[in-house]
């Protein structure tokens, strides 16, 4: 953005409100010290511009003492040593205050400078500086027509060093070189001569030249003190956001400590009255000390029966999901069979997809190696997907379960179904703790949502991928991967025993006899990652 122009804020996308505000908080910060300034910028960049005409002053000071000695003992040949030194004392004592000047400056704190008096005093102190070396450039020097480049190149020199060290002031670099240049034009001008003349307007042309680039550095500065402060305020901005994303990082992980001790205490005084509603309602259930004498007590053991088992369910699927995203779910892995493991679960949940008219299709590569892996984690990520394949499929739907190889030699597990289907947009919802779509909140079978998360991370838990496709009145298709690392091969079977050869001892190791080195030889092995 252009330093001083208003921000387009129709231009930018409707989510990008924190940028908007932060944009017009900008601008009517930046209207705001430019009405409080007296040069047009913020305050805060006078000051700045300021130091540095004062640093440049200071480090240019001996160039200037070496230059006003130089014209000095030349123009000696011209008007005489009492006039030239007369002209170089009073010269240096001029650039001796402006020097005294730019240390005071420097040394007072930035929140006690007072801008408009010191550029006042900067101004003032180049126009004397300009006028002392415009009486020294009209003395009689000007009577010799054979002086005239003399004249020229000291104007030169005195305007274009004066604007090189005043750039970043420029009222103050006009008042050092106009008057030099002045009385040069105007002395070339009273000689007559076409020469002379031509002279008068390469003075003024270079002083408009030298003026030009004092402007154009001083825009340079600025748009330079701008652009740092402009950093300086986004650093601000990013070290305050980052402040406030760790005090926030620290609530969350406070209240995620306080949530897991209450989730485990909870869970022990849950479970504990748990048990013994499941315990009794099972013996009223079953009627083992005899029949009620009201028939809908039995009915309403039942209920009560069901209604702790789904309770207990909903506890250990919370403190599953608590364990996974507190990082303290281990695995407790082995060699399994993926196709037993999802054989197993469809007989599990045959029985309640029959009462629903629902057809289950089992569709198994054969001899598939085992897998490294967690089976009760498996085993609740098929049951998961399973009951939610059941619970949104409609009478007479179909549900197919696949289990196979992979491109890369890994193992997948799919669950396919015929049900209502997942709005695209709603997929995230679902994947999410505690989510549901519309269509289970419309249905009669309405869970708690953590099914398909728990699967999921259950998933990257064993650095397998988890892919949900889903299309609305179509049906949803859950695919489960298994990465090639934990496939499980068995290495080829040992050759009939043969003389064993003169083993070689290797110094620290244990000494074998030959039965013990066959032992080792028929132990089984398994290797990984094929």
């Known amino acids: 953005m252009i330093p001083g122009e208003q921000p387009d804020l129709t231009a930018l996308p409707p989510q990008s409100s924190p940028v908007k505000r932060r944009l017009a908080a900008q601008y009517v910060r930046d209207a705001r010290d430019r009405l409080t300034s007296t040069s047009g910028t913020r305050p805060m960049f006078d000051v700045e511009l300021l130091r540095q005409y004062a640093q440049n002053r200071l480090s240019a000071s001996l160039v200037i003492l070496l230059l006003v000695a130089t014209i000095g003992f030349l123009s000696s040949l011209w008007t005489g040593a009492v006039a030239a030194g007369a002209w170089t004392a009073s010269v240096l004592v001029i650039h001796a205050v402006i020097v005294t000047k730019c240390r005071q400056f420097l040394e ?4 006690a400078v007072d801008a408009k008096a010191w550029r006042f005093r900067f101004i003032l102190l180049d126009l004397f500086y300009g006028l002392a070396w415009m009486f020294i450039l009209i003395h009689p020097v000007g009577a010799d027509e054979s ?76 748009a330079t003190i701008e652009a740092r402060a402009e950093k300086d305020a986004l650093i601000g901005e ?17 209240a995620n ?69 507190a990082g303290r779910y281990e695995l407790n892995e082995e060699s399994v069979s993926l196709a037993a493991i999802v054989e197993d679960c469809h007989h599990l949940l045959k029985l309640r997809a029959t009462n629903r008219g629902i057809n289950l299709h089992e ?3 054969q001899d598939l190696p085992r897998l490294w892996a967690d089976e009760r984690a498996i085993r609740q990520i098929c049951l998961n997907l399973l009951s939610n394949a059941i619970k949104f499929t409609p009478q007479g739907g179909d549900i197919w379960l696949k289990v196979g190889w992979t491109a890369s030699g890994g193992q997948y597990m799919s669950c396919k179904d015929t049900g209502a289907g997942i709005p695209e947009e709603e997929i995230p919802i679902v994947l999410a703790s505690f989510g549901q779509g519309s269509n289970s909140i419309k249905s009669a079978e309405q869970g708690a949502g953590l099914g398909l998360p728990i699967a999921k991370s259950l998933v990257d838990l064993h650095g397998g991928t988890f892919s949900l496709k889903s299309k609305l009145r179509i ?40 039965e013990e080195r066959r032992r080792l030889r028929r132990r089984p092995l398994f290797r990984a990652g094929t």
């Open 238 to 254: 990013l070290e305050q956001a980052k402040a406030i994303s760790d005090e926030a990082r620290q609530r969350a992980e406070a």
């Open 363 to 365: 569709v198994y590569e």
């Open 108 to 111: 007072l704190p930035m929140s």
């Open 257 to 325: 400590i306080s949530k897991s001790r209450f989730l485990a205490q909870m869970s022990h005084e849950l479970r504990t009255p748990l048990n013994a509603i499941l315990g009794f309602s099972e013996v009223m259930k079953s009627e083992v000390f005899g029949e009620h004498a009201v028939a809908a007590y039995k009915e309403y053991s039942s209920d009560i029966h069901a209604s702790g088992v789904h309770l207990l369910g909903l506890i250990n699927e919370i403190l599953d999901l608590s364990r996974i995203e």
């Open 475 to 514: 049906g949803t298709e859950v695919i489960v991967t298994f990465p090639p690392e934990r496939v499980v091969a068995a290495m080829a079977p040992m050759a009939d025993e043969a003389p064993l050869a003169p083993a070689q001892h290797v110094p620290g190791e244990p000494i074998l006899n030959d």
């Open 147 to 222: 002086s005239g480049t003399f004249m020229l190149f000291v104007m030169l020199l005195v305007v274009a060093v004066s604007s090189m060290l005043a750039s970043s002031l420029p009222m103050a670099a006009f008042a050092a070189t106009f008057p030099v240049t002045a009385a040069i034009a105007l002395n070339f001008l009273l000689m007559g001569s076409l020469r002379n003349y031509i002279l008068a307007v390469m003075a003024v042309t270079a002083q408009g030249y030298f003026a030009l680039l004092a402007y154009r550095l001083y825009s340079t500065t600025l």
